[in-house]
């Protein structure tokens, strides 16, 4: 079985700051990555994913990820946030050859002005 | 189009209430999920549906019943609900066998009084 730990549960910052939301997970076989956002009142909207090749992924948005397996970690930074990415973010992982997701507890971002 | 629909947004119904919350896809998506989502939590596992048939179902108490009439339609029956079951409700679909991102709907508010 696996497990996902996010290790802060609330990260504050300011506006244009720098920001990183951890993600540790637990697998004994292959597995997928994801990070999922959630903004208030709202469903999940992916993020990011990591299925094969490059271990650094970008999305549209300015967010990148980084998929370390030796640390088994998938860190979700952004170089400068910006009021609107203030929400919920799950890391979630996913065996390769299975159909279920496990999300971590959450981290809420909270973009100050 | 990533588009997973679900109806209502909003539901308040009393315990001896029969409702149901519907979701629909037309992604040609062979997997759909049914999970639960407590306020500041991730969200849980309910069910899932593989080509139409039941493959996964997470010990859910039987005042909740799921229906997967057709591969674009999800239904989530609802009958003598208690009030520690007020969450949102929300539907994912992913392409079974493929392509392994669940894309997830914004979700039915559901109030038990």
């Known amino acids: 079985a696996q497990s996902v730990t996010q290790l802060d549960s609330q990260v504050p910052v300011f506006e244009e700051a720098p920001v990183e939301l951890r993600c540790n997970y637990s697998?004994?076989?292959?597995?997928?990555l994801f990070w999922y956002v959630q903004y208030p009142n709202q469903g999940l909207q992916l993020l990011l994913k990591y299925l094969s090749g490059s271990t650094l992924v970008k999305s549209i948005n300015g967010f990148e990820a980084e998929f370390n397996k030796s640390q088994t970690s998938f860190h979700l930074r952004k170089p400068s946030v910006h009021i609107s990415d203030t929400a919920e973010y799950f890391c979630?992982?996913?065996?390769?050859?299975?159909?279920?997701?496990?999300f971590g507890e959450g981290t809420q971002l909270t973009v100050n002005p | 189009d990533t588009e997973v629909t679900q109806t209502p947004k909003h539901l308040v119904m009393g315990m001896t209430n029969k409702k149901s919350l519907k979701c629909e896809q037309h992604?040609?998506?062979?997997?759909m999920y049914w999970y639960k989502q407590k306020a500041k939590k991730p969200p849980e596992l309910m069910f899932v549906y593989s080509y139409e048939k039941l493959s996964i179902n997470e010990s859910v108490p039987s005042r909740f019943s799921p229906e997967c009439p057709n591969s674009s339609l999800l239904n989530l029956h609802l009958h003598a609900l208690q009030p520690e079951d007020s969450a949102l409700y929300l539907c994912?679909?992913?392409?079974?066998?493929?392509?392994?991102?669940?894309?997830f709907g914004a979700g039915t508010r559901l109030s038990v009084l």
């Open positions: 992604m040609g998506h062979r997997a």
């Open positions: 994912a679909s992913r392409l079974a066998g493929g392509e392994n991102i669940q894309y």
């Open positions: 697998s004994s076989v292959s597995v997928y």
């Open positions: 979630a992982v996913k065996e390769t050859s299975g159909s279920r997701l496990t």
